[in-house]
């Protein structure tokens, strides 16, 4: 597993999925477990702003369950 990861491109959605494949978060999941996610939302600025947490972001966030359970089923 890289120290950084680089990920360039357009689909925030996408890269924010390539992004926490590559950095194994799977593998801090398991079943049945709760999962908060807090996206930065302290200033109300648009996210390309920089202040905020794009929604994209967060969406490929929340995908990323979804996206386990189709790959592990035979």
């Known amino acids: ?3 950084i990861t680089i990920i360039y491109g357009t689909n925030v959605v996408e890269m924010t999925s390539t992004l926490l494949k590559d ?4 593998s ?3 079943s049945g477990m709760n999962v908060v996610i807090k996206p930065n939302l302290v200033v109300a600025k648009p996210a390309a702003d920089g202040a905020t947490t794009h929604p ?3 969406e490929g966030i929340v995908l990323l369950p979804t996206q ?6 035979y």
Do not use: F, K, S, T
């Open 68 to 73: 386990l359970m189709y790959n592990h089923r």
């Open 28 to 30: 801090c999941l398991g």
């Open 56 to 58: 994209e972001i967060v």
């Open 23 to 26: 950095a194994a978060v799977e």
């Open 1 to 3: 597993m890289p120290d």
